[in-house]
């Protein structure tokens, strides 16, 4: 089946440096995408969420960017700071629905 | 106050047995589901309810029941735990035209 994917497991970056986590997306379909972020211990948190008909979308320190064309996802992060120590998922879905498809996360580590 | 609530947050069984993890919601939300995560953080989605309809039954085995007493509320039930069981379990809610899920903080099941 279709599936939504990361390319980097597992990412270190220096305190105060901008983060880039990218996805990977197969089904030309989805029509909207969330990024979440999961602390240890805790659920998946919202971040930021794009819909198809956006390129670019802007949030408190996060940037998320959608490519249609190859059907690519980013989250950027400016001047990342211990606590965005994290793992972050994308997940997608169609028509707008409630079956969400999560991508298999990427391990965010902050280095001081 | 906590938005969507599960518990217990930790249960360790024997194989054979069975269990139940519940879950409330106080945000008012129609649709619930049931996630899980396993060993390497992959997120799948097992059931969703709206209104206390089921509409979301992925591939999962028949000893997992869910339960919707009402919109608020959404249980799942574990018959005859095997090993494999051996995962974190989210429960989630949404709201339709607000797609995005807030998740519970997880009840991690270990089955010996």
């Known amino acids: 089946g279709e599936s939504v994917g990361l390319h980097l497991p597992t990412l270190s970056v220096q305190e105060g440096d901008n983060s880039i986590i990218n996805c990977a997306y197969s089904n030309s379909a989805s029509d909207y995408f969330i990024w979440y972020k999961q602390e240890s211990g805790k659920g998946p948190q919202f971040i930021i969420d794009?819909?198809?008909?956006?390129d670019k979308r802007q949030g408190q320190r996060v940037t998320v960017l959608l490519n249609k064309t190859v059907k690519h996802l980013s989250l950027q992060i400016a001047a990342t700071q211990p606590g965005d120590s994290a793992v972050y998922f994308c997940?997608?879905?169609?028509?707008?629905?409630?079956?969400?498809?999560f991508g298999p996360g990427t391990r965010l580590s902050v280095l001081p | 106050d906590t938005a969507v609530s599960q518990t217990p947050k930790y249960l360790v069984t024997q194989m054979g047995n069975d269990k139940s993890i519940k879950c409330e919601q106080n945000?008012?939300?129609?649709?619930m589901y049931w996630y899980k995560q396993d060993s390497k953080k992959f997120l799948k989605i097992m059931f969703s309810y709206n209104n206390k309809e089921l509409i979301i039954n992925e591939t999962v085995p028949n000893r997992f029941s869910p339960k919707s007493p009402d919109k608020a509320h959404l249980n799942l039930h574990i018959n005859s735990l095997e090993l494999g069981d051996s995962a974190v379990y989210f429960c989630?809610?949404?709201?339709?035209?607000?797609?995005?899920?807030?998740f519970g903080s997880g009840t991690q099941l270990s089955v010996l």
């Open positions: 794009i819909r198809s008909n956006m």
């Open positions: 945000l008012g939300h129609d649709t």
């Open positions: 997940a997608e879905t169609r028509n707008y629905g409630q079956n969400f498809v």
């Open positions: 989630a809610s949404s709201s339709q035209g607000i797609e995005k899920l807030f």
